[in-house]
């Protein structure tokens, strides 16, 4: 497994944006399909986006056109850009290694006025 550590959270207010990084602990992390998910008080947690070792990605509904995923495999890190952000973002963020697994310690995004 792959341990990951995320950053970037904090508290922004509707509309805004705000960039999630996640670094790996080993160069293992460019054959891993790498996601970000997140878990509201109170629900499940989610899939938001995924990234292939080669690049192709997939969103939740609720986030296309305004999230995007990238990565940066000479840095093992990979990164979640949220704008337009609304009130129904705010939840625990958390990284994962899909391909050989591990989880980051979740990052919290608070959208507010």
């Known amino acids: 497994q792959l341990q990951l550590v995320e950053s970037g959270g904090g508290l922004v207010q509707p509309g805004g944006s705000l960039r999630l990084s996640c670094a790996a602990s080993?160069?293992?992390?460019?054959?891993?399909?790498m996601g970000w998910y997140r878990q509201a008080p109170g629900k499940q947690r989610e899939l938001v986006a995924e990234i292939t070792s080669g690049g192709r990605t997939n969103y939740a509904d609720s986030v296309k056109g305004r999230f995007a995923i990238s990565r940066d495999n000479a840095k093992n890190t990979v990164y979640l850009q949220m704008n337009s952000l609304k009130s129904e973002d705010t939840a625990v963020y958390y990284c994962r290694a899909i391909t050989y697994g591990g989880w980051g310690q979740g990052t919290q995004v608070t959208v507010s006025s």
């Open positions: 080993r160069s293992s992390f460019r054959f891993n399909t």
